[in-house]
């Protein structure tokens, strides 16, 4: 026969049940917020910034000038930016997205948004999964447009 546990073993064995159901769920939460999109959408414009960042972990970041509520073109132009992330593994995206900041051309991308930022992954919860382009692109006609001291 077994002998019968001690209070002490009892007490070992419980606070061991409960740091393995803590860490299970720790596991449980990271993997929903690494997963779990909360939408999916798209935006257009232009590309001002792609970088790679961090000092710890790098980063794929950028940002995109959306302008004023959807491509108004108008002397009182209201910028309006996004910030975005791209994931690891997608360079081809990035490249992409580089390209396009050289030519100034208006583009849309398409994103998922996560729940939170973590910081090994990204900056934002916004991450870029396809860039699409026009067939003919044209830089922006900014003749027109009155600046301060111009």
Known sequence: ?????????????????????AILIFIGVVLFLYYANISDGTRAGVVVKISKRGAIF?????????????????????????????EKGDEH???ELEEASLTGERIQIRYKEK????PWRAETTYFVYEVVRSDNPSK???????????
């Open 1 to 21: 026969m077994s002998e019968p546990k001690t209070a002490k073993q009892k007490a070992k064995s419980f606070f061991r049940k409960i740091l393995a159901i």
């Open 58 to 86: 790098k980063t794929l970041e950028g940002q995109l000038d959306i302008g004023s509520f959807g491509a108004v073109q108008d002397k009182n132009q209201l910028s309006q930016t996004f910030n975005f992330s791209v």
């Open 93 to 95: 995206i990035y490249k």
């Open 115 to 118: 729940y939170a930022v973590l």
């Open 140 to 150: 922006p006609d900014i003749s027109n447009r009155d600046f301060p001291g111009h």
